[in-house]
């Protein structure tokens, strides 16, 4: 079993820098869009897009967010 595999392991990541989302596996879940710094709606966070502008995370721009 792999950290892919493990019902709700969540990573924290960011888009460039920016925004706020988590890798769920495969997944990406957006929280707080790098583009129009919206707190995203659940039902757009689990799609993986922002419910107010439509952006869609691309997988080269996820940065995985360092512990302080």
Not at 10 to 33: D, E, N, Q
Not at 38 to 45: K, L
Request: with cysteine; glycine share 12%; proline share 9%.
């Amino acid at each position: 079993m792999t950290g892919d595999d493990v019902p709700g392991a969540s990573t924290p990541v960011t888009f460039r820098g920016r925004g706020l989302g988590l890798r769920l596996g495969s997944r990406l879940v957006v929280l707080v869009c790098p583009l129009c710094s919206q707190r995203n709606a659940p039902r757009g966070a689990e799609r993986g897009i922002c419910e107010w502008c439509a952006y869609v995370p691309s997988p080269e721009d996820v940065e995985q967010v360092e512990d302080a």
